[in-house]
Nanobody, 120 residues
Framework: QVQLVESGGGLVQDGGSLRLSCTASRRTFSSYAMGWFRQYPGKEREFVAAISGSGTNTDYANSVKGRFTISRDNAKNTVYLQMNTLKPEDTAVYYC?????????????WGQGTQVTVSS
């Protein structure tokens, strides 16, 4: 079993930045792809970004390309999502996912979610 704990969400103004973190409870997570997804109220979760186990490969949704960067530190069992030039439409609950088919999943483990709110 792998537990994922997210942090870093919050309220930011249009054009601002946030960095989300997701730490896994098990060291062996470094072998697996990780992803970030987001969910709008009343909508299904959608793909945001993914990174391969080694960190060599990354993939992004078109809506965030050039603004978001996914990275990982396997020594810390942590994956990050650096979000720049945030827009009000980025407002959503963001979820970390682990152990799945790179890049879109399905993923076996999910975090509890962290709220990101971008004010206009």
């Amino acid at each position: 079993q792998v537990q994922l704990v997210e942090s870093g969400g919050g309220l930011v103004q249009d054009g601002g930045s946030l960095r989300l973190s997701c730490t896994a409870s098990r060291r062996t997570f470094s072998s697996y792809a990780m992803g970030w997804f987001r969910q709008y109220p009343g909508k299904e979760r959608e793909f945001v970004a993914a990174i391969s186990g080694s960190g060599t490969n990354t993939d992004y949704a078109n809506s965030v390309k050039g603004r978001f960067t996914i990275s990982r530190d396997n020594a810390k069992n942590t994956v990050y999502l650096q979000m720049n030039t945030l827009k009000p439409e980025d407002t959503a609950v963001y979820y970390c996912a682990a152990v799945g088919q790179y890049p879109l999943g399905p993923y076996r483990y999910w975090g509890q979610g962290t709220q990101v709110t971008v004010s206009s």
